[in-house]
């Protein structure tokens, strides 16, 4: 079982059973407002997570989320829910405040 617990969305969980899946997928087959200005495509970092704990459970960075980083417009506690797939256990991850939507209520 794959959980992600979304801390500033009022600790808002999800559960799986499907592993290798994108974080973004997870979030969005749940009903679950989440930015995505390049259409999942990681060409922008409008996606980007913040992850409080469970790193580990990800998959090894992508191209896209290295390019990023040496840019300096990804920090390493930050992924791209567009290219990280949950590969097991637990992740907690917030939303990043420029990411944030107006008419959703982040705790």
């Known amino acids: 079982m794959l959980k992600i617990i979304i801390?500033?969305?009022?600790?808002?969980?999800?559960i799986s059973q499907e592993s290798k899946r994108k974080v973004?997928?997870?979030?969005?087959?749940?009903?679950i407002d989440w930015m995505h200005a390049c259409?999942?495509?990681g060409r922008c970092t409008s996606?980007?997570?913040i992850i409080t704990e469970g790193i580990k459970n990800l998959s090894p960075l992508t191209d896209r989320e290295e390019f990023f980083r040496?840019?300096?417009?990804?920090?390493?506690?930050e992924r791209l829910t567009c290219q990280?797939?949950?590969?097991?256990g637990t992740l907690k991850?917030?939303?990043?405040?420029?990411?944030?939507?107006?008419?959703m209520d982040y705790s």
């Open 7 to 14: 801390e500033n969305l009022n600790n808002k969980e999800i």
């Open 24 to 31: 973004i997928e997870l979030i969005h087959e749940n009903f």
């Open 39 to 41: 259409g999942k495509k």
């Open 47 to 49: 996606c980007k997570m």
């Open 70 to 77: 040496e840019k300096e417009r990804l920090k390493l506690n």
């Open 84 to 88: 990280a797939e949950l590969m097991s």
């Open 93 to 103: 991850i917030k939303v990043a405040e420029a990411n944030k939507f107006p008419h």
